[in-house]
Structures are given as structure tokens and as C-alpha cells.
């Protein structure tokens, strides 16, 4: 069956330094791939996305990469703040399926001062 | 309003107790999601909305599960006849159009005792 996961279920860094946190998914009909962050008693905030036409894309200190040959995802913080320290999703949709998007378990992304 | 809201913030309900969570989504955001997420676990896909339809509720547990979105705007999850394992976070999503990021709401934290 379909499946989406991330490699590590936590990760600690300095604060200052880059993140990478990454995603496997099985679904090679997945097309559209979004990474959220969810603090403690909220729910997940997007992040950025990527669509499958594309590998590489860039936001605010972010960027995701997207290698679709062994299906692999990943989310690069740069420069990582406290504030950045939350569960960090993976999820992924089929453009034949409008409705339902595919979330990993999340990795705990922990920034020490 | 800027963002989802969701109500009860929290709910506890005896085992078989009938339980109704509202989600109040973005003004104009055509598609409306509920998600259930369990402690420590990515949120699971129940059932999405385009405008007032129902478009897919393949993620409904079972048939005490019931969405509705009768003028497309306010959504309903009804969970019928509680029982323990339905205890989780149900989150509301909503977003302009399927294939973009979406706006969660905090989420209602549902125990069944």
C-alpha cells in the first residue's frame, strides 16, 4: 500500500546551523508533495510545496528537494532558530485524488541555544 | 475570519455518547478537510468537501462517522456512539482550491471515557 515516512523520528541541532529533514514515499503516483510544521496544540502549518514537474524549490530559509527516482523528499532550514523547533510533516497527493493527502509520522525537530 | 476555527477546543464524552465538532473554514475556501491524529502520529485523512459536496469520505472509520457541509461554508463532524478509540485530535483544513497548502484549524481534542 501507499505510504509516506521520514527517515528519522528526531533530529537536534544548534541554533544557527542547517536542517535536513527527510521524507520517503512509496506512491509513485504521488504528484504533489507539502511539508508542514505543527507546534504543540496546534494544528500542522504549511510550509512550502512542490509538484512533481519540478525538483527543487525555495521559499524563506527553506527549500525542498524532490528526487523522484528513489521517491525522496526533503526540507532544508537554514540558519535554524528556536522558533523552528516543532514536528515537521511530510504529505503527498495524487492529482487523481483531489481530496486526500498522505501524511508521514513526523520527525521532532529539536534546536538547542 | 483570518484563519479555521474549530469548536470545542476540547470534548470529553462518555463511551456512547453521540459528540458533534464544528469547523468554522476560511471565508471563500472551497474545500473543506477533517482529518483524525492520534498521539505522536501524522493526521490521517477522513472525508473533504468541495463546496457543499462531499467528494470523499473514504477515511471515515466507520458508519458512526458523519460529515456534513449543508451550505458550503460551516462544516459538522458527528461521531456517533463514542467509544475509546475514537479518542484523538480531529483537525479541520481548509483551502482555495485541492492542490495548494492548507489552513488547519487547532483542532478539537476528543476523549472518550
Known amino acids: 500500500g501507499e505510504s509516506v515516512g521520514l527517515h528519522l523520528p528526531t533530529l537536534s541541532v544548534q541554533e544557527g546551523d542547517n536542517s535536513i529533514i527527510n521524507c520517503a514515499y512509496s506512491?509513485?503516483?504521488?504528484?504533489?508533495f507539502i511539508w508542514y510544521k505543527q507546534e504543540s496544540g496546534k494544528g500542522p502549518q504549511f510550509i512550502i510545496d512542490i509538484r512533481s514537474n519540478m525538483d527543487k524549490r525555495q521559499g524563506q530559509r527553506v527549500t525542498v528537494l524532490l528526487n523522484k527516482t528513489v521517491k525522496h523528499l526533503s526540507l532544508q532550514i537554514a540558519a535554524t532558530q528556536p522558533g523552528d523547533s516543532a514536528v515537521y510533516f511530510c504529505?503527498?497527493?495524487?492529482?487523481?485524488?483531489?481530496?486526500?493527502?498522505?501524511f508521514g509520522d513526523g520527525t521532532t525537530l529539536t534546536v538547542k541555544p | 475570519g483570518a484563519g479555521v476555527s474549530q469548536s470545542p477546543r476540547y470534548k470529553v464524552a462518555k463511551r456512547g455518547q453521540d459528540v458533534a465538532l464544528r469547523c468554522d473554514p476560511i471565508?471563500?475556501?472551497?474545500?473543506l478537510f477533517w482529518y483524525q491524529q492520534a498521539l505522536g502520529q501524522g493526521p490521517e485523512f477522513l472525508t473533504y468537501?468541495?463546496?457543499?459536496?462531499?467528494?470523499?469520505k473514504s477515511g471515515l472509520p466507520s458508519d458512526r462517522f458523519f460529515a456534513e457541509r449543508p451550505e458550503g461554508s460551516v462544516s459538522t463532524l458527528k461521531i456517533q456512539r463514542t467509544q475509546q478509540e475514537d479518542s484523538a485530535v480531529y483537525l479541520c483544513?481548509?483551502?482555495?482550491?485541492?492542490?495548494?497548502?492548507?489552513?488547519f484549524g487547532s483542532g478539537t481534542r476528543l476523549t472518550v471515557v
Open positions: 468537501f468541495q463546496n457543499e459536496a462531499q467528494l470523499d
Open positions: 471565508s471563500g475556501h472551497v474545500s
Open positions: 506512491n509513485s503516483a504521488s504528484d504533489y
Open positions: 483544513a481548509s483551502s482555495f482550491s485541492s492542490f495548494e497548502g492548507y489552513t
Open positions: 504529505a503527498e497527493k495524487e492529482c487523481t485524488n483531489a481530496g486526500k493527502s498522505t
